[in-house]
């Protein structure tokens, strides 16, 4: 069964750093979302996208944040300046519609900003 | 009042019981409504969607009433590996495809 992949699992990186989170969707998917959850607290909504643009994003989405589908198969997130809260699991999804189409979670990239 | 929220658990029930998750939602626009399931540190795994007419998939039952604005799911002869946390889950309907998450309620089925 096709299935969502990210890379890395884990990633460690010091407070104020950039770092990028990769996730290679299932391969007829037409839309991307990012998800983050902090221990212990609900799944949040960031970002969707779809059609090479975001289609919508929360309040969490700010500035320090990016999503780039720079080829094919990737999307990415980039968060500029990392802080301590940041420190989440950020899950990457995909779907093959939009609203209404459920929606298929990779294992997640665990963050810890130190 | 919470955009989707849950029976706050855990519940702790014996294999072999039946058990029963709900879930209200604030928003009477909301389109679409699932079931995923957690197991501890791992991602959200689609349990099932949920339609207003109820569906059935194997010993899972969804039912959802829009006028109560109310999700259920009730899982038969409930195993061991049934032990998780059952998250209830809703699109509002918006184009770009937001999920809206409750805090889940966490099962454990003992021996």
């Known amino acids: 069964e096709p299935e969502v992949t990210q890379t890395p699992s884990h990633q460690v990186t010091q407070m104020g750093q950039e770092v990028i989170l990769r996730c290679v969707p299932i391969s007829n998917h037409l839309y991307f979302y990012w998800y983050r959850q902090i221990l212990g607290q609900k799944v949040e909504f960031l970002v969707s996208?779809?059609?090479?643009?975001?289609?919508?994003k929360s309040e969490i989405f700010d500035d320090q944040f990016s999503v780039e589908r720079p080829d094919g198969s990737n999307f990415t997130l980039k968060i500029r300046s990392t802080k301590l809260e940041d420190s989440a699991m950020y899950f990457c999804?995909?779907?093959?519609?939009?609203?209404?189409?459920?929606?298929?979670f990779g294992d997640g990239t665990r963050l810890s900003i130190l | 009042r919470k955009e989707v929220e849950q029976d706050p658990g855990p519940f702790n029930v014996p294999e072999g019981a039946t058990v029963a998750f709900n879930c209200t939602y604030s928003n009477s626009a909301s389109q679409s409504f699932f079931w995923y399931r957690q197991d501890c540190r791992k991602e959200p795994k689609l349990l099932m969607s949920?339609?207003?007419s109820g569906n059935e998939d194997g010993r899972f039952t969804a039912q959802l009433n829009r006028a109560s604005q109310y999700i259920s799911l009730l899982i038969r002869d409930s195993k061991l590996s049934d032990s998780a946390t059952y998250l209830c889950?809703?699109?509002?309907?918006?184009?770009?495809?937001?999920?809206?998450f409750g805090q889940g309620t966490e099962l454990s089925v003992k021996p």
């Open positions: 889950v809703v699109n509002e309907g918006n184009q770009g495809g937001k999920l809206i």
């Open positions: 999804a995909s779907s093959r519609g939009g609203s209404g189409q459920p929606q298929h």
């Open positions: 996208f779809y059609n090479n643009e975001i289609s919508e």
């Open positions: 949920v339609y207003s």
